[in-house]
């Protein structure tokens, strides 16, 4: 079921009419409120410069990061208005209000070819509550209504889900339907053989994704601390590493039923702690010493999860394979990412998903190289679960 677009719209729709823009400006600033990485903020570009291309008038709201329901200058949108003017070369009237007359009229005022950006709507009280008398303010600062923020997707807030209701048509923004062409096409219609790796933490945290993707994966690889919890199912010795003891169980019950498709990491990179990283080496898995942690796959599991790869034509990445934020447990990591580019130039199809395995691509400078980087963390975990996004189910269908 596909939802319609912004380019769905006439042409009568659209023209000389306000676009309400729920978009993600959620960027990383330092404590000088410099953006540290404006990837989010060229993730909405093309969506807001074709609604400037086709002579709408972009009245655009985001949240950026956890005020409570009232305003916190660290949590300004100002900075990114700046940002924006300069990655658009449009003018960005920015105004600090969002609830409020002073935003109405300048959604009444925005001219051709400008765009303007109201403040953070989590300085509202209502947002995060969905408040309808807020949703029926928001929806009256447009004529229809854009969502192009998929990292926000998962909740059901008024600037969100609430202000749709008010407001038709309420469309998908450009960025919003790659997001979903992408995985939703992974899970629905992959391209064979199609393999998921799943690394990370926590077992717990990915057992829905596994439970979905088992039907439909060729082949399933773990890395990541999740493994131990996995080898402790198999009754391995995992020593002082991290391991989920009270979903050991739940692990031996997976393993059993996915048989052959779930491949577990060979070898391990352990140390006795992370300060110890330069005492790090490579054991097979059933020799982790009972004072070590293993932090990071094997060489031999580098070289055979890289073969696998290759092979595969759809591969869908969720999780780091090992502590990448400590060398040299960033090399297991950066192999799968390696190996995943590699595959995209041979013409494979592979998304990665997940905040922290987006970081890692991106550190490695791989972002390009690969068919897609998800920019919802939380959001793209919850579809990969097969959890319906209220902020899409709530858009039109497209005809
Ligand atoms: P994502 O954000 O991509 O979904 P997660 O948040 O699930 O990924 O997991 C990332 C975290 O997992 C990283 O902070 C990383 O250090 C940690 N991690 C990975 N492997 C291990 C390991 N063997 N031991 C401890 N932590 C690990
Ligand atoms: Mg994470």
Redesign the pocket.
Known sequence: MRKKTVRDLSDAQVKGKRALVRVDFNVPLDDDGQITDDTRIRAALPTLELLLERGCRPVILSHLGRPKGKPEPKYSLQPVSRRLEELTGARVNFVESTDSDEAMQASLDCKHGELLLLENTRFLGGEEKNDPRLARALAALGDFFVNDAFGAAHRAHASTVGVAEHLRPAVAGLLMQTELDYLGGALSNPKKPFLAIL????IS??IDVIEQLLPKVDGLLI???M??TFYRAMGLETGK??VEEDRIPMAKELLARAGARLTLPHDAMVAPSLERARDANAVPRNAIPKDQ????IGPQTIASYARAIANAKTIMW????????TPP?DAGTRAVADAMAKATAKGATTIV??????AAVSEAGLEKKMSHVSTG?GAS?EFLEGKKLPGVEVLDEAV
């Open positions: 690394g990370g933490a926590k945290g990915k890395g990541g601390a493994a131990c590493s991290l942690a293993m932090f990071d969720n999780g780091p394979m090992g502590v990448f934020e447990f998903g997940g905040g922290d395995s987006a963390g975990l």
